[in-house]
């Protein structure tokens, strides 16, 4: 929940998008956050709430392909958008080798981050598909993990990014 | 394709039982479930650190009478979370001990007015001094808890320290602290209660320990444990902050779920879980110390002081851990170790990984640096001229039986850091740079399972069950937390019965199916209930053996087919094995004298540090972690465990300072409370040696705390040449430090 004081008794309204390929309509809240539209009414809960302040990625979702933290958008601002959630990724073929790479290179732990650090990692190769360390380790850098120290994390995507460049 | 391995399974990096589900975003955590009708629980807290309540008011324009609300007088049972000594309120009826004390409870199905209404409860009171610091604690200038604010008090005796002061060529002595710190996980805690009259209560939570939360609620609710299920949900870290606190979030679930007769959930936003929740205990140390010229330690006199906050929680044994390892893995004759944890008006400081070592451990390690400048040695060689070694005893009298070599580890970690090439570089380099570069490190150890008689107490009980399926099924109370538990129990299961590992499931720890194996802390869940694991199921395959279903030379699948045919033929198979005490252990629980863990862990950390003189900010540039754990079970588990520890260490030495203003923390955002990002972190080379020869696996979750910040420390040292005796070092203090020196 936010820090400000939150509106209340007001009228709900009509927000459309189109998730992981699908349109949605939803009525809601008019303060909501994204992260909460994504979670309560389409039940998409792979997307995970840390901090809600933005600072953690665990929320990390594209937003007409860019990577944000939903916990900071507001429904609102959104209506028309495309998103695409942990959710769409897993039914992604082409990232299907770096979630297994988590798993083989234990990047995953508690797994808590996992979803919010893949979306991370998926925005990294989509942009430089044979990553150096620094660039992995900048691009990583939003989303904080407590269980890894990283290491194995960096390990997962630098073996994604070697293998996606090797089958290309 | 994943890597599959084939049998044995115990040394591979077989997959994580639960990976695909977490990095598909499958993996069910507590605000991941959903209840039909469920409504939103919050908590109203005091906000003033110590203080007598006088009233409580709801304010205008709130529709209450659609809110579920909850008082003390509200409890059915014992007001208190039952802990060790039930000293703490589920909810506040008069004294106020501490600012984010729990008073009222309200849910509604609204959030966005349920928040609006925790707003406008307005709680009065009147508020007395609060005792805020260890220093003020000891003063006793006012008692918070019990007749003298000590909410335990050790003390341990070798030798006799008195006798040796004037023998000594120097007498060195120090004084050194450490600060709380946040676990962080970062799913904050939560919890869903429901309530209906056929079953009593059901709660599933974000936890460790769900048998503690079981033994909390039958007290609070005066429940039979029949009445009372609780079920682990899938949890995102807990590091220790998860042992004790979940307990308090479940009442407060439940007890709204008892008013309302709706399922409640109860999930802390980031802000509150800072605030309410455990932390690390602040600890300051003082240590004399007597010593020959030749670098022999003599006496160590050990003063040891951790702040425990408003309620005894567990600080009892947190104490006892941290005492226990004050004098760290050297062979004194002549050692006096006397602690106190003491009562404050701060919400109450808990379990955090480590556990009171990393506290006594880095004082340690800082202070042996200054014993060995004082003697004229450098610190390796000062240590290795007083490392245990196997057959000599432990400041508790322990004789270590394990074959140990402190020395190699030593060695090794140096050589594999390039410590005297770095050493000799850095001096070099730093006479023309304003970035100084230095290297250092600790040497510890970390006793593992339960200290003392508690693995005893214990009793920890773990089944194996055969299924209709074929398969079979471990039944334990030790949670899945990210550490591995679901994945080595099923390697440990599979080697055990040379099965394969898809023969394995593992059960989610649920009170209704599972037995008591104790709570998951204490690094005791592969040593202790993975040993227990394999017996159960070993003695599960007697069983079939017996029946005449599965022969000797049985291929995986003829053990499958022998466990579906037992359950066709004659219904359900458990076996249930509890934990038998070695006869060898002893332990004085008043003495502080005898076995104080089964076994330890021994390791020396490595870190290479850059102080930039300019933004005073120092960064840890190369990290060797190197350790004797026992068997791995797990290679990639084990060394994620140990870097993610590290990091947590990095984190308390650099970067991670919890900001008190009148007891209440200031800085609860991640946004002003720092943890190491992955543009922090060095590399963290981790080294496994002197396993082979060891009988079976010892705990290793905790050990990687206890290093890192005396060895960064050190190594800042090295760089700047200033003397540091407190964690966390912020830039500030440094810019203080050197500007002084």
């Known amino acids: 929940m936010s820090t400000d004081m939150p509106l209340v008794n007001v009228p709900k309204v009509r927000v459309t998008l189109t998730v992981n390929g699908e349109r949605q309509s939803v009525l809601v809240h008019p303060m909501a956050r994204l992260l909460d539209v994504l979670r309560q009414e389409l039940e998409l809960t792979g997307t995970k709430e840390g901090c809600g302040e933005g600072e953690c990625g665990a929320c990390s979702v594209f937003l007409n392909g860019d990577l944000v933290n939903s916990c900071l958008v507001p429904v609102l601002q959104v209506d028309g958008a495309e998103l695409v959630t942990i959710e769409g990724i897993s039914r992604d073929k082409r990232w299907q080798g770096l979630q297994q790479s988590f798993v083989q290179h234990g990047g995953a732990q508690c797994g808590i981050c996992t979803p919010g650090m893949i979306l991370a990692a998926v925005n990294l190769l989509q942009r430089i598909p044979n990553p150096l360390e620094a660039d992995i380790r900048q691009s990583l850098a939003g989303n904080l993990c407590r269980c890894t120290g990283y290491v194995k994390i960096l390990d997962a995507v630098a073996q994604a990014g070697r293998d996606m460049t090797d089958e290309s | 394709m994943i890597f599959s391995p084939l049998p044995p399974f115990s040394g591979k990096p077989v997959p994580r039982k639960e990976g695909l589900a977490k990095v598909s975003g499958q993996a069910r955590y507590i605000d991941d479930l959903s209840f039909p009708g469920i409504i939103h629980g919050t908590t109203v807290r005091s906000h003033i650190p110590r203080g007598i309540i006088r009233s409580i008011s709801f304010g205008e324009g709130i529709p209450w009478e659609e809110f579920a609300i909850v008082t003390a007088k509200d409890i059915p049972g014992q007001n208190a979370i039952a802990l060790i000594l039930n000293d703490q309120p589920c909810l506040a009826e008069t004294l106020i001990n501490h600012a984010e004390e729990p008073v009222v409870l309200l849910a509604h199905h609204d959030r966005y007015l349920l928040e609006v209404a925790r707003r406008s409860v307005s709680i009065e009171v009147d508020p007395l001094p609060p005792v805020l610091g260890i220093d003020e604690s000891l003063s006793r200038k006012e008692i918070v ?143 004399r110390t007597a010593v020959r010229k030749d670098g022999k330690l003599l006496a160590m006199d050990i003063d040891f002081v951790i702040d425990g906050g408003a309620y005894a929680t567990l600080s009892s044994v947190v104490l ?94 140096l050589q594999q850091s390039g410590y005297h090439e770095k050493k000799r570089s850095f001096s070099q380099h730093n006479r023309t740079s304003t970035l100084k570069k230095g290297i250092g490190f600790a040497a510890f150890m970390h006793g593992a399972g339960f200290t003392g008689a508690g693995e005893k107490q214990l009793a920890s009980v773990v089944g194996v069950e055969a299924m209709a399926n074929g398969r079979i099924r471990i039944l334990s109370a030790s949670t899945e937390i990210g550490q591995g538990t679901n994945t ?254």
């Not at chain 2, 606190?245 to 679930?253: D, E, G, L, Q, V």
């Not at chain 2, 629980?589 to 863990?597: K, L, P, W």
């Not at chain 2, 979750?701 to 206890?706: A, I, Q, V």
Request: proline share 5%; aromatic share 8%.
């Open chain 2, 488 to 741: 080595i129990f099923a390697q440990m299961a599979a080697d055990a019965l040379s099965i394969s590992l898809d023969c394995v499931e593992v059960a989610q720890p649920d009170t209704g199916t599972v037995p008591n194996s104790g709570p998951t802390v204490a690094s005791r869940t592969c040593m202790i209930v993975g040993k227990l694991v394999e017996s159960a199921a070993l003695s599960l395959k007697q069983t079939l053996v017996g029946s005449g279903l599965l022969r000797a030379g049985y291929s995986s699948q003829d053990f499958c087919e022998a466990c579906a045919e037992y359950v066709r033929r004659w219904g359900p198979l458990k076996s249930m094995v509890q934990y038998q005490q070695p006869p060898e252990i002893y332990w004085d629980e008043v003495a502080f004298q005898g076995d104080a863990y089964r076994t330890y862990t021994w390791a020396v950390y490595v870190a290479e540090v850059s102080v930039d003189l300019t933004t005073f900010e120092a960064q840890v540039d190369d990290f060797v972690a190197v350790q004797d754990v026992g068997q791995v079970i797990h290679p990639v588990m084990a060394a994620g465990q140990i870097q993610g520890g590290v990091a947590q260490g990095i984190g308390f030495a650099l970067y991670e300072k919890v900001v008190w203003n009148d007891g209440r923390m200031l800085n609860h955002q991640m946004t002003n409370y720092i943890i190491p990002t992955a543009a922090d972190v060095p590399p963290i080379r981790v080294f496994f040696v002197g396993g082979s020869d060891a009988r079976g696996p010892k705990g290793l979750g905790e050990l990687p705390m206890d290093g890192p910040a005396p060895a960064i420390v050190n190594a800042i040292e090295d760089a700047i040449g200033v003397s540091i005796n407190h964690v966390p070092l912020m830039p500030e203090d440094l810019m203080k430090m050197v500007g002084a020196g």
């Open chain 2, 320 to 413: 006892s851990r941290g005492t226990i390892h004050a004098a760290g893995p050297y062979a004194c004759p002549n050692v006096r170790i006397r602690s106190r944890a003491v009562a404050t008006n701060t919400p109450p400081h808990g379990a955090f990984r480590g556990f009171g070592a990393p506290q006594s451990i880095f004082a340690l390690e800082r202070h042996l640096n200054r014993v060995a400048a004082a003697v004229g040695l450098t610190p390796e060689e000062l240590r290795r001229r007083n490392f245990l070694e196997q057959g000599m005893t432990t400041a508790t009298g322990q004789v270590i039986r394990d074959k140990i070599d402190l020395r190699g580890l030593l060695d090794y970690a």
């Open chain 2, 145 to 287: 808890w019990g007749d003298d604010n000590l909410l335990k008090v050790c003390e341990l005796n070798k030798g006799n320290v008195d006798e040796i002061w004037s023998q000594a060529d120097f007498i060195v002595e120090g004084e050194y602290e450490t600060g709380a710190q946040e676990q962080l996980y970062i799913e904050p805690n939560g919890m869903v209660a429901t309530v209906d009259d056929n079953h009593g209560i059901t709660v599933w939570g974000s936890m460790q320990c769900p048998y503690y939360v079981q033994k909390a609620l039958m007290a609070l609710f005066d429940l039979s444990a029949e009445r009372v299920r609780v079920i682990q949900a899938e949890t995102g870290g807990g590091f220790g902050g998860k042992e004790e606190y979940p307990s308090m979030i479940a009442a407060h679930a439940a007890l709204l779920s008892w008013k309302s007769r709706k399922p409640v959930k109860l999930i802390y936003d980031r802000a509150e879980d800072l605030v309410a929740t455990t932390k690390r205990h602040p600890s300051r140390t003082r240590h």
